[in-house]
């Protein structure tokens, strides 16, 4: 055998790939030709420097990784539907579902719960959780907002408000009223300050009438909170002279 | 019969029996199971690619393309080939595939050899040796650096023979299955990048013969 020839199985020969007439061959040739040899030994370094390698791993998990990519891609339609294969397996599909049915159950029977014209239906029995009343009715009533205006007050309390604000003392009222449908004040609660003295004041403020606050056509209950602060003014030294 | 109960660790040999198993029960989207195959394969995966492009993070990314490939095509896997042969191909592919795609852009991207070389980043070695001297983990890395560099110098066909032969210890016949191609063309191809690769690490091969 030729030195050409042996080079072009000398992979093949340290791979023991070769037939045994053709591996005795190569040998014998390697054995004689000190040229080839060397290049045997090189080719033989060469496989050995690759398999010392060091292995890589993965600092993370990629496992990790990629079932949060499924997930992602399977948690609902999104644009991936359309893209996505007809009949591919989404296997977090069943888990993902669960929460939006409780939204979506929770929403019908909210919906349920309502009559169109607002009042409540009957709740089946669950007493832990009285029915909450209508909304726009005295014990439910609105917030003032861009469709439900604010409920323009006559005149009736405004002696007794003002008989408050001259009075001696400092201090602040911080009051819900709560405006019925048909205008009378529903009820007045004191939320902050000190409601000692205040008594006319609250008196007077439950007197009061509105003009009726529609919405929807339909006339409804607001709440109108009020801040009313008594600041006692004093009298500056008087200046003498100039 | 569980995926819990099937005798499958990374880096035992997997019964055909067992892996049956294990794809069916992805195939029926057993979030469990599909970990399981994961965790099974993708120290070979991560390995394979981060040899075949230099690169640890581009490695962990392909290794991720390659599982969510994988779990989309589980039904036209047919188990003709061992899923590990399957999924060998897939990651060439797809190490191809981003190999290409960074040509189009001519990109030149610096590989981050040094990662991949000291095990940093992305990249952890899994055998490195606490007991040897600096100088010999010195010595260690930069040979393993210039290797890595020969390897990328060759063309991706043969750069990818050799890994899988001498890294992944795959015959030639079960390369051939791997890149769908003729043993005779695996040998061909083996013996063309030893040739080259003896050619760029001459220092290195002569120091290794003696």
Known sequence: MRCAAARRRLSEWLDGDLRPSEAGAVFAHVEACPACARVAGELRAVAALVSELPRVEAVDSVAQAVLTGLEVETRGPGLGFLFRRKGAARPFMVASLVPAALVLATVLAAALALDSDGS???????????????????NNPLFPSAEVGMPLENDAGRPAADAFLSGPGEGALFLETVVARDGTVARVTVLGGDAAGTQPLLDALRRQTFEPVRYRGRPVAVSVYRLISRHEVLAGPTIAGS | MGVGEIPLEAGRAVTRAAERVLVDRCRRGDPEAFARLVALHEGM?????????????????????????????????EGRASLRTWIYRVTVNQSHNRRRWWQRRRHDKELPLDDLVAGRGAARLADSRPEASPFQETRRRERARRVQEGLLRLSFDHRTVLVLREVEGLSCDEIAGV????????????ARARESLRGELTGLVEEGRR
């Open chain 2, 179 to 190: 890149l769908d191609v003729a043993p005779g063309t695996v040998k061909s191809r083996l």
């Open chain 2, 45 to 77: 995966v991560v390995n394979l690619a981060a040899r075949l492009l230099g690169d640890p993070e581009e490695a962990r990314d392909v290794a991720q393309n390659v599982f969510l490939q994988v779990y989309r095509r589980l039904g036209q896997f």
């Open chain 1, 120 to 138: 409540p239906r009957a709740s089946g029995g669950h007493d832990r959780w009285p029915a909450l009343s209508a909304s726009g009715t005295e």
